[in-house]
């Protein structure tokens, strides 16, 4: 059974640091990974999806790094700002279309 | 539509009554997925639909609970003889299942508290 672990739960930091989120899992026969942002009492936004072949995938700010043979993946976020303050969660899947295992997230926060 | 759609948007019912929460996704989306989600921790799954069939329902937590999707498109969570733990927020998500990426999409949820 495939678990989902993001560590640390929370984070603050100031505004302007780079920083790194983590996802570990433990069964590496995955399809893709994908990262979510999660603001308050709202659903799931998509960040970046790496397929299972692929080690990063980028957009703006935020670089998501994937090593399927340890079972890790990483968030870095640069330059963070207040903006970016929200739950991130990572999804592994399976298969092609099959469910995705979560983990519980990590809540950043970004002072100003 | 132009994202996913879920409704209602907020769901308070008594002990024991019946629940129908609705959920449309992106046109030509052919996957859909049932999520449930509680306070702190991250989505659940319940159950995949692949067209008009559940491809997979063992999230389903026991047999209160039931999904349809009758036409391929909209579908309809069932929870009968809600109790109290049924208390969450339900997330609907689909996608398109082909070639490339499958990315999945999120609705912004139906938040569910039972009495």
């Known amino acids: 059974k495939q678990e989902v672990t993001q560590i640390p739960a929370a984070l603050s930091v100031p505004e302007g640091e780079n920083l790194v989120l983590n996802c570990s899992f433990t069964d590496s026969a995955i399809y893709n990974l994908q990262w979510f942002r999660q603001d308050p009492g709202k659903g799931l936004t998509s960040l970046l999806l790496?397929?299972?072949?692929?080690r990063e995938q980028t957009s703006g700010r935020l670089n998501a790094s994937l090593d399927k043979s340890s079972g890790r993946s990483t968030l870095y976020i640069a330059a963070s700002q207040p903006g970016d303050s929200a739950t991130y969660l990572c999804?592994?899947?399976?298969?092609?279309?099959?469910?995705?295992?979560f983990g519980d997230g990590t809540t950043l926060t970004v002072k100003p | 539509g132009a994202g996913v759609s879920q409704t209602p948007s907020n769901k308070v019912t008594e002990k024991g009554k019946y629940v129908e929460l609705r959920c449309d996704p992106i046109?030509?989306?052919?996957?859909l997925y049932w999520y449930r989600q509680s306070l702190g921790q991250g989505p659940e799954f319940l159950i995949y639909?692949?067209?008009?069939?559940?491809?997979?329902d063992s999230g389903l937590p026991n047999d209160r609970f039931f999904a349809v999707r009758p036409e391929g498109s909209v579908s309809t969570l069932k929870i009968q003889r809600t109790e109290r733990g049924d208390s969450a927020v339900y997330l609907c998500?689909?996608?398109?299942?082909?070639?490339?990426?499958?990315?999945?999409?999120f609705g912004a949820g139906s938040r569910l508290t039972v009495l």
């Open positions: 999804a592994v899947r399976r298969t092609n279309a099959g469910k995705s295992t």
């Open positions: 790496i397929q299972s072949s692929q």
């Open positions: 046109s030509g989306h052919t996957a």
């Open positions: 639909f692949q067209g008009t069939g559940a491809a997979d």
């Open positions: 998500a689909s996608s398109y299942r082909g070639a490339g990426a499958n990315v999945l999409t």
